[in-house]
């Protein structure tokens, strides 16, 4: 592969628009661990007996959301540290993942209005899952994980929000010390920590619970908007502190599914991911990478075994936590290992779509499930090779439908998603530049100007509208230094009219 993520091109060079430039070993990766999910919630229909064969040992689901967790903790620091700005972070994000969460409640809502899926017990209380639905953080609200599997989502924007405060003040790079603080913290909090408080007391009334939504549907996205709208670098760590403490608070007192260790366990993966990432970039000692990584592994697990056991899980669910991060770890340092050589393309093909598969074949099986009541054929019990039939039938359907989505919805939107990220922001008016000769306070405050007028050192903007990788401290104000320095190269050179 040419490029590493985060990378941009070598100076001079053009934009990279080759596929390769979005790492396709993660794309198999993800398209990996969404086929690994669709089996464990298939299994519960169909290939019933090689389910209670397999998972007397691993279990198939958690497997693979925890190599989602890698994956993610991977890239997603890529992506935000690439685009340089919490602004064109969120744009980023909001257009990669809503629009398709949206078309997902949109058809389970169809689904259940025919007859062939369930809402879960959200149309009991519409409002406040539709406020819980906002910021997809369902799983840490009074809310309702619709379709079931979007839980994992609030852990993605748990750490989404974690990571956008540590940028906003420069403290983002420290990936270690995150990664074995959550660690530990797995350990130490996981057999303390409260479960679903603020679900406890809303859950006998629907206001209560509509109002706890809107109360952190106001914080994090008052905090989120004035992260991204405002100039100064403290109102920026104003907004993005708010957004993060909030989600915090959530995370530590009102998950509801699975268990009390689940978001340190899970956060301390994804900052293992990001650990990876800055010794691949050279910007952590691999030696202490890898300590990194043996220690996270080691805690992870003891949490897991040691608070299961205490919750009398049981010696199979041991195997299974065992089983399930041990594999995840071993499969993405795999897939790390093997990251150069070339992958299939239909394997990152199915990691486009993963998304797509992921939200969607929940109401696939649904369906199927409710035609067992109508349909005869649906009600026999079948031979193993023709349960192997059915099951390779949903999955084809699951496949066809998500990319029909992917092209449709996915691809068009995150390309919506670019165009309106590499938008400037509109200019704050500058003071004129005087003609004659100005005295700067440092060699550092004057504009360096190229010939040609234009500011050297900006960004070079990539095929999707991002630049280099930012600085390691916090950002500046998006757009306002830009402008300045514009204006001020302008006026320098003459009034080219040239800009950055």
Request: charged residues 10%.
């Amino acid at each position: 592969m040419s490029e590493t993520a985060g990378q941009p091109s070598p100076a001079g060079a053009p934009p990279t628009t080759r596929r390769d430039s979005r790492l396709a070993w993660l794309d198999a990766l993800r398209g990996f661990a969404a086929l690994c999910v669709v089996f464990d919630h298939a299994s519960t229909l169909v290939l019933m007996p090689v389910r209670d064969y397999l998972y007397r040992w691993l279990n198939l689901g958690q497997f693979g959301v925890f190599v989602f967790f890698l994956v993610s903790g991977y890239i997603v620091p890529a992506s935000l540290e690439r685009r340089g700005s919490l602004r064109k972070f969120w744009i980023g994000r909001g257009f990669r993942l809503y629009p398709m969460f949206i078309a997902a409640l949109l058809l389970t809502l169809i689904a259940y209005e025919v007859g062939y899926g369930t809402l879960g017990g959200a149309e009991h209380h519409p409002s406040s899952a539709i406020a819980g639905w906002v910021l997809m953080l369902q799983n840490l609200l009074p809310g309702y994980n619709v379709p079931n599997v979007t839980w994992t989502l609030s852990y993605e924007m748990l750490f989404y929000l974690l990571l956008a405060g540590l940028f906003s003040y420069g403290l983002h790079k420290r990936s270690a010390t995150y990664a074995l603080t959550w660690a530990v913290g797995a350990v130490a909090l996981g057999g303390v920590l409260p479960m679903a408080v603020f679900a406890h007391w809303a859950r006998t009334s629907g206001e209560r619970a509509l109002l706890v939504n809107l109360l952190v549907d106001a914080l994090i996205l008052g905090g989120v908007l004035l992260s991204v709208v405002a100039r100064g670098t403290w109102a920026i760590r104003v907004g993005a502190s708010i957004a993060t403490l909030t989600v915090l608070v959530l995370a530590t007192v009102d998950q509801t599914y699975p268990y009390a260790w689940s978001a340190c366990t899970i956060l301390a993966l994804m900052f293992t991911g990001t650990v990876i990432y800055r010794a691949e970039r050279g910007e952590a000692s691999r030696v202490v990478a890898a300590l990194v990584v043996a220690a996270v592994l080691a805690l992870t697990v003891f949490a897991g075994l040691w608070h299961g056991h205490k919750l009398h899980e049981g010696r199979a669910w041991d195997r299974q936590w065992l089983t399930s991060i041990v594999l995840a770890f071993a499969v993405f340092g795999i897939g790390f290992a093997v990251r150069h050589l070339r992958v299939p393309r239909w394997c990152a093909w199915l990691g486009l779509i993963s998304y797509s598969v992921y939200l969607l074949h929940p109401l696939v099986l649904n369906a199927y499930r409710d035609a067992w009541g109508s349909v005869p054929f649906f009600r026999h019990s079948h031979s193993t090779g023709v349960q192997v039939l059915i099951f390779a039938g949903l999955l084809a359907v699951i496949i066809a439908l998500s990319a029909v989505t992917y092209y449709l919805i996915e691809k068009p939107m995150q390309g919506l998603g670019r165009r309106v990220a590499a938008r400037p922001r509109p200019a704050v008016p500058a003071s004129p530049v005087p003609a004659s000769p100005v005295a700067y306070a440092t060699v550092a405050d004057a504009p360096v100007v190229a010939a040609a007028g234009t500011v050297t050192g900006s960004p070079v903007t990539g095929a999707d509208g991002d630049g280099p990788p930012a600085p390691d401290g916090p950002p500046a104000p998006d757009g306002t230094a830009a402008a300045r320095s514009a204006s001020s190269s302008s006026a320098v050179a003459g009034g080219s009219g040239a800009s950055p």
